[in-house]
């Protein structure tokens, strides 16, 4: 799977998780929040508008809506005079044209789904004033509602009832407000550029869900595939079946181990799976005392669409593994119907393997992109080399390598090219794991030598070979130092519908840190590099919306009408189901009503369904909730357990499996004069309170264990305490949000907080307190003790075993 440049998937790595319980009740100021009466953002209409032509750039109306304001305001106008024509027109024509206001949902008051609409937009003082001096009378043609008309002789009532709670969303004077209007339309970005986007939960309660695909058949149903060898059938209204479309968990190599680079790893469907029913897949086996991974085909069931036949298996290519990491994964079939398969380097650290490494070495098939044609295979041999293949008439060299010096490519995709002209189409983008300083972001290329392990990025590894002047590699289009995160995962160029601002974006993240990123190429070819944060304040009020996800990014996905998601989970094992799909939403601009239509094909079940229940919460905006009960995530428990069996079987299970953290703060990675993730915004250290707790693990901040840190008076420091107890660990995980404290860790268990102050020493709770300070202690800044003795805590939502 993953490899980190410190050689492990699971490492605690550079990522921050803010973990400030009271962050949980902090609001952002006002933001920017277009919104239409159906509760989605405006859009572009794909015609002009001949009635509500103030709108016709952007708004929220199409033609169809455009034209039944049209024939009402006729109505309406039958009943002037034409006195009342020439005085009442205009205010009419306008006080119609607020539905198509891009804050439609601000001036009807439609921003709560449960609360009624107004039936007149809400008007500034001056304007309403003006409005009924020359046209009260023609108020019960614009509205029946009963309080309006009960009002319509008094102005001073009648402009009460109009007035907004929140002025800045008043007709007209909206349209001059130049905060409301500034790039108005366009992805919103912070002051620091960080664009502002919003997440829709898809799935969840996954293990390590490493894959997302579908077979392109016309059903819109999407496989999600667990390291663990299971592939899941979606269909399109998001609901599981209960049997999985593949089951090779018994074949597949890997563990419950956090960390773990083996297992199930790549799954493509044939571009004429519609015809052939062909599906491959990409996994570690164990064969005798040998580690390899095999690519394999199957067939889909003659009897069943949503199952494979497990006894179709075909292996159609293995590769021995010297090492258990750096196992690449990925596999896809080009815009050339061939089959590509990107391989690691092999493992360990540096490519040690031979003078050059594998990478650099031809005649070996780890550290490649492979490409070969699986077409007509039924007789014969199980692959072709394709005629066009680089290096089939160099001597030694294999002839499936494609192209050279990768280190451990970890997801890659291939440009559906832009909706309109095609432009970028057949491209495939990877992002390649860096080793100790850069990750980098490559566009692959037949024949091209990618530089691993003389080079990382744009800088040299092995300075020798990087002076080779026969190198002749490709630069990466983007690299990235470490301090931005540890472990790539590549994404996708955004060719979906409904977010026409996202066209021609490659949206990528960070396994390590939970960075979400992105890459726009300019006119000139360059690649123009932003964050992607997520919205906050109301930025994402949206129905259905949430703007938080779990910090360890593991793939990206797009489905069948190319719409974008990604993958991520809050344990990085193969056994925990913390596992979640998110589809990435533009709250700024939609496509127009009816563009993005489909009409997905009958799908026959034979097994029982799952149906979808979303747990992920929108943070930092309270939205008014249609039922309060927590249901339960979306979980299939007999796999799970049949696994944990297996696994103890082999020894490979933990006996304490690590707690699954199902309630969390905002997160955000480490960055230089603030904090930040995905997850939007951390506080800076004058907005912290005193008694504010973090975990920290291996200098870095952690979710759910850690050395224990508080702040009090401006700075963080640590506690230390030789008698540190299961209620004072029990304050400190409440306070974070979590049910239980699993674990009081004492003489440094997470490591010495050196380089902070020792704040607290002899701290005695009785488990009720809401923050440390509320317990007794020695005094802020008084002890007796050393940092080899600083305190830690293991929190987690399940409660405790009597063995634990």
Same mark, same amino acid.
Request: glycine share 10%.
């Given at each position: ?82 006195? %009342? ?14 539905? !198509? ?22 008007? !500034? ?151 052939? %029913? ?49 196992? %690449? ?117 037949? %024949? ?17 070979? !990087? ?48 960075r979400l990123m992105s890459l726009k190429e300019t006119n000139s070819g360059e690649w123009k590099y932003?964050?992607?944060c997520m919205g906050m304040g109301l930025t994402c009020a949206f129905s259905g919306l949430i703007n ?257």
């Open positions: 799977m993953l490899q980190s440049s410190a050689g492990t998937l699971g490492r605690p790595g550079f990522w921050l998780q803010v973990i400030v319980c009271i962050l949980l009740f902090c609001v952002t100021p006002g933001a920017l929040h277009p919104q239409c009466l159906d509760f989605k953002p405006p859009f572009r209409p794909d015609t002009d508008l001949e009635f509500c032509i103030m709108y016709r750039e952007f708004g929220c109306c199409d033609g169809q809506k455009d034209q039944e304001l049209m024939a009402r305001y006729y109505r309406i106008m039958e009943n002037l005079t034409e006195r %009342g024509h020439k005085n009442c027109a205009g205010f009419v024509l306008e006080l119609l044209c607020q539905e !198509c206001s891009p804050f439609a949902a601000h001036l009807f008051d439609a921003e709560d789904p449960t609360t009624p609409l107004r039936t007149i937009p809400g008007l !500034c003082p001056d304007y309403c004033s003006q409005f009924w001096n020359q046209c009260h009378p023609i108020i019960p043609f614009l509205s029946d509602h009963p309080p309006l008309n009960q009002a319509k002789d008094d102005q001073n009532r009648f402009c009460k009832l109009l007035q907004l709670d929140d002025a800045d969303y008043c007709y007209p004077n909206l349209l001059s407000n130049h905060k409301l209007n500034q790039n108005l339309g366009r992805v919103q970005k912070d002051s620091d550029g960080c664009l502002q986007l919003c997440l829709e939960e898809v799935a969840n309660g996954l293990r390590n869900p490493l894959a997302m695909v579908h077979a392109n058949d016309g059903t819109h149903r999407f496989f999600v595939a667990e390291q663990v060898g299971l592939v899941w059938t979606y269909l399109p209204d998001r609901s599981k079946l209960e049997k999985p479309f593949l089951n090779i968990t018994k074949a597949v190599l890997t563990s419950s181990w956090e960390g773990d680079e083996r297992g199930f790893l790549g799954i493509t469907f044939h571009p004429k799976y519609k015809y052939n %029913g062909k599906v491959y897949v990409y996994y570690s086996v164990e064969v005798g005392f040998d580690e390899r991974i095999r690519i394999s085909e199957f067939k889909v069931s003659t009897n069943d669409m949503n199952l494979v036949d497990h006894t179709s298996e075909r292996v159609i290519l293995e590769i021995d593994e010297p090492a258990s990491n750096h196992n %690449g994964g990925m596999l896809l079939f080009g815009d050339d119907g061939y089959l590509y398969i990107f391989t690691g380097d092999g493992g360990m650290a540096g490519d040690p393997f031979g003078k050059y490494g594998n990478s650099q070495n031809k005649s070996v098939l780890l550290g490649k992109v492979l490409r070969i044609d699986v077409d007509n295979n039924e007789k014969g041999p199980l692959y072709r080399i394709p005629s066009d293949n680089p290096f089939i008439h160099e001597p030694g060299a294999r002839p499936e390598v494609y192209a050279y010096g990768v280190r451990n490519m970890w997801r890659c995709s291939v440009d559906r090219g832009d909706p309109q002209t095609k432009e970028g189409k057949g491209r495939i983008f990877c992002g390649d794991v860096g080793q100790n300083k850069y990750e980098e972001v490559d566009i692959i290329e037949k %024949g091209c030598n990618y530089g691993w392990r003389a080079k990382e990025g744009f800088s040299c590894y092995d300075k020798k070979l !990087c002076t080779n002047s026969s190198l002749n590699d490709v630069l990466p289009i983007y690299a990235y130092p470490h301090k931005k995160g540890k472990s790539v995962t590549g994404g996708y160029v955004y060719r979906g519908c409904e977010h026409p601002n996202l066209n021609g974006m490659y949206i990528f993240g960070d396994f390590m840190s939970g932003h964050e992607i938080n996800y779990y910090p360890y990014i593991i793939s990206f996905a797009e489905d069948e009408s190319g719409e974008l998601y990604f993958m991520s989970t809050g344990t990085p094992s193969a056994t925990a189901p913390s596992g979640v799909i998110y589809k990435v939403v533009d709250p700024s601009r939609r496509a127009p009503p009816r563009r993005c239509h489909y009409e997905p094909l009958p799908v026959r079940v034979r097994s029982n369904l799952i149906q979808f229940v979303p747990q992920e919460t929108l943070i930092g905006v309270e939205l008014p909730a249609e039922n309060t009960s927590k249901a339960e995530p979306t979980r299939t428990y007999d796999w799970l357990m049949d696994l944990l069996d297996r696994l103890s079987e082999r020894g490979q299970v933990q006996t304490t499996p690590a707690p699954i953290t199902t309630t969390r703060s905002p997160q955000s990675p480490k960055r230089k004069g603030r904090g930040r993730k995905g997850k939007g915004r951390s506080r800076s250290m004058s907005e912290l309170h005193n008694g504010a707790v973090r975990l920290v693990r291996d200098e870095f901040l952690h979710g759910d264990r850690g050395r224990v840190e508080i702040f009090v008076h401006g700075e963080w420091g640590t506690v230390c305490d030789d008698l540190w107890s299961m209620k004072n660990a029990e304050v400190v995980c409440k306070q974070l949000g979590f049910k239980y404290a699993l674990k009081a860790a004492r003489n440094a268990e997470f490591g010495e907080g050196k380089g902070l102050r020792i704040l607290l020493d002899d701290v005695h709770c009785n488990g009720t307190e809401f923050n440390l300070l509320n317990c007794t202690h020695a005094g802020v800044g008084n002890h007796n003790c050393a940092h080899y003795e600083d305190a830690g805590v293991i929190c987690g939502n399940s409660k405790p075993s009597a063995e634990s």
